[in-house]
């Protein structure tokens, strides 16, 4: 695999968020022994996802038994000869939220974890809260998103006072009906919002989580969702891609993760569908650089609700479209497809689950059939981008190329 500069590349990276591997060695520090996403959803259903399984996902090294080297899911979804390169990926940095495994995968290792709030936001947080966006606030709790809108909405939408939640992530969630709270009054509160969440009450995302009421009476969270994060501390893949002359083409959520550093470009979408109908879009154009795309759909819709079955044929969905993804790639393009933590949705709770994530790559000038074993680091796969499109000239942080 020798690659040198001097004519257009192109690599996509297509983040599948939260398809973890299997639980890392530390899982229990993180209260996740025994998660699973991949091998938990195949328990549950029955799974078809031959072109993911062609490509080498189920071919991929799991943990050792007493038989020697195991393979992930329980070697239920390996096949002869697959035709892409492909393996797992320890987590280094601390953590097992979006940001964590997103900078990480572009060559950051964060080594103390994000701030989280397990008994909600402290009075004089919230207090101020108040004072700068005029409206007052129920909830301040861990939630899942989709139980508060019902256990809360009624009093929000007679009162006007916003719905404010968090996880085990490090999140500030703001949730409104926007015939309440209007859908641009929202983003500034999450704007103001994060102003607010610096210094000793930093936190890693405010997001803004609209929703709407049907007629009969079924509260919906739209696709108006935003997220406001923080500045990466150091340069990333995209910054020193994008320093170098070339497009970085974000797609989905990816521009909100890395609050905009090293994008050039970037779409919203509406969902695991749409962001690879914008992925493809984005192939067929003529720039060199990086396409990166996270299908958030995995993660927001299965697995934190902890829909085995949801998240199943969310799989299948995105794997009948792989194929339409390949075709569209030019001769010198590469795909790498990964996740960038677990959610394993028959686990406790409805939080991420601390796992490995999975990479598999394709395109003409990558070999067939190769496993590339367990890696140390997400941040392997920035690392064999930026070598790949600076041609050696620019090195991420941290992270070992593929190469």
């Not at 520090?29 to 029955?46: K, M, N």
């Not at 989580?209 to 997220?227: E, I, L, M, N, S």
Request: proline residues 3%.
């Amino acid at each position: 695999m020798n690659f040198e500069r001097g004519k257009k590349m192109r690599a996509t990276i297509i983040v599948l968020d939260s398809l973890g591997v299997g639980q890392l060695p530390d899982a229990a520090d993180y209260g996740d022994e025994g998660a699973d996403t991949l091998g938990h959803i195949l328990d549950s259903s029955g799974l078809k996802i031959p072109n993911l399984c062609s490509l080498g996902l189920g071919n991929i090294d799991g943990d050792s038994d007493s038989c020697g080297q195991a393979k992930v899911a329980g070697g239920r979804l390996a096949v002869d000869n697959p035709t892409g390169i492909y393996c797992r990926l320890a987590e280094k940095s601390a953590g097992k939220d979006t940001i964590t495994g997103h900078w990480e995968i572009a060559g950051i290792e964060t080594k103390i974890p994000f701030k989280t709030y397990h008994d909600g936001f402290p009075k004089e947080l919230m207090d101020e809260f108040v004072r700068v966006t005029g409206r007052g606030y129920l909830g301040n709790c861990v939630a899942s998103g989709t139980e508060i809108i019902e256990e809360l909405g009624d009093e929000h939408e007679r009162t006007g006072k916003l719905i404010v939640y968090t996880s085990a992530d490090s999140v500030f969630q703001v949730a409104a009906n926007t015939d309440v709270v209007p859908l641009e009054e929202l983003y500034d509160i999450c704007a103001k919002a994060r102003k607010l969440l610096r210094g000793k009450y930093s936190c890693g995302r405010v997001i803004a989580r609209p929703y709407v009421k049907g007629d009969d009476g079924k509260r919906t969270r739209t696709a108006d969702r935003h997220d406001y994060a923080v500045s990466p501390p150091e340069d990333t893949m995209l910054d020193l891609i994008s320093r170098s002359g070339q497009t970085v083409y974000a797609i989905g959520k990816i521009r909100d993760i890395f609050n905009g550093s090293g994008v050039t470009e970037s779409i919203h979408t509406e969902s695991n569908d749409d962001g690879v109908t914008k992925t493809i879009e984005a192939l067929k154009r003529d720039f060199d650089g990086l396409i990166f795309t996270n299908l958030v759909d995995f993660d927001s819709k299965y697995g934190h609700r902890r829909d085995p079955e949801g998240y199943a044929r969310a799989l299948e969905e995105f794997d009948a479209r792989l194929p339409e993804i390949i075709a569209a790639m030019k001769d010198e393009d590469l795909l790498f497809l990964c996740s960038d933590h677990g959610n394993d949705p028959v686990h406790t709770g409805f939080d991420h689950t601390r796992e490995y994530i999975f990479c598999l790559g394709t395109g003409e000038m990558l070999p067939e059939s190769l496993n590339l074993g367990t890696r140390s680091s997400f941040a392997d796969i920035g690392a064999t981008v930026t070598k790949i499109l600076t041609g050696g000239a620019e090195k991420t942080a941290i992270g070992e190329s593929f190469l």
